[in-house]
């Protein structure tokens, strides 16, 4: 996918994800701040990781809303939590943030999901801990 797809892939999400005003507004902001930044987010962030098809949004959000609360990222945190109630999350499992009985796909989808927020290297060990698990799973 080109980029200017992916941006525009990523626009229409966070239009969806937050409403048309609200990301408008969020997209101005972003701009103001750095007009790289805006496009970053919404090429790679919203256009490539959160449109993967691997995780239902309301999973990605409950997933980013957790790295977001464990890495201290407020401004982040609240914007997503926003997300989350438009991708279909209660109010009730934002606040708990659980994920039972998850398929081997989704827990790699849901490391995938982290690494723009956690750093690539905390994705990359916990998909390699997530192998050594499966592995010894199957043996």
């Known amino acids: 996918m080109l980029i200017e797809e992916r941006y525009q892939k990523g626009l229409e999400l966070l239009k969806r994800m937050l409403g048309e005003k609200t990301a408008e507004e969020t997209r101005r902001r972003w701009q103001k701040l750095s ?3 805006e496009r970053y987010v ?12 691997g995780l239902p949004l309301k999973i990605k ?15 982040g945190l609240e914007l997503n ?9 209660t109010r009730e499992e934002i606040i708990e943030t659980l994920l039972h009985g998850a398929t081997r ?14 750093g690539f290297p905390a ?4 998909l390699q ?11």
Do not use: H, K
């Open 105 to 118: 796909e989704e827990i790699i989808e849901t490391l995938l999901q982290i690494a723009p927020y956690a």
């Open 81 to 89: 939590i926003r997300m989350a109630l438009n991708n279909g999350a």
């Open 61 to 75: 959000s409950l997933c980013t809303i957790s790295a977001l609360a464990a890495l201290g990222r407020v401004q």
């Open 35 to 37: 007009p790289d930044f």
């Open 42 to 53: 919404l090429e790679f962030l919203s256009g490539e990781i959160w449109s993967r098809s």
């Open 123 to 126: 994705a990359w060990e916990g």
């Open 129 to 139: 801990i997530a192998e050594r698990v499966f592995e010894s799973a199957d043996a």
